[in-house]
C-alpha cells in the first residue's frame, strides 16, 4: 500500500478545516496581505488573471448582507461571525471565472491555516449576489458591474477546530 508522503505544504492541505466558529480578533495587516497574494498568485485560466477581490472587516456591513441575503435562514449568520470576509468576483461571462475564482481561494483557505489562522469557503449567498440586488452590493464592495460573485472566504482566529469528515477512497479511479 502506498504511504502519504509529508512536508509543510502536504500537511496544510491535510490538517485545514473548514471552522465555523471565530474570535473577534482582527487579521494583522500582514495576515490579511498574505492571504491575498497567496489569492492573487493562484494559477488562472490562460493566465487572465481576473478574479478580484474585495475584503470587508466591518461587522455591522456583513450582518446587513446576511439579513438581506439569508435574512429566514436557520443559522445564525454566513459568515459565522469571523473577523474578516474575503470576496471573489470574476469577468462575467468568463469560461474560467470559476476555476479561477476556485484556486484563488483554495490557496487563501491553506495560507489561512498554516498561519495559525482559520477560514470556511463560502457560496450559500450565490444566488442573491447574482440578483438585481446583487447588483447594488457590487458597488457597495468596490466591483465593476462586468464582473459576477463566484465565492466568498470566512477568515479568522478559530473557536474551535472544525470537524475532520473522512474521505472516500473509492473516488479514484487508477487507469493503467
Known sequence: MAELIKNDVINAIMERRSVRGYTSEPLT????????????????????????????????????LHNEALGDAPFKCFYYGAPCVIFLFDKAGNKWSVANAS?????????AHSLGLASIILGCIKDYMLSEKGEEWKKILGIPEDYDFVLALAVGHPTDDGKVFPRDEKNIVYVK
Request: charged residues 20%.
Open 29 to 64: 495587516e500582514d495576515e490579511l496581505y498574505t492571504l491575498l497574494q497567496c489569492g492573487l498568485w493562484a494559477p488562472s485560466g490562460r493566465n487572465d488573471q481576473t478574479t478580484m477581490f474585495s475584503v470587508v472587516q466591518d461587522d455591522e456591513l456583513m450582518q446587513r
Open 103 to 111: 484556486l484563488a481561494i483554495e490557496n487563501m483557505h491553506i495560507a
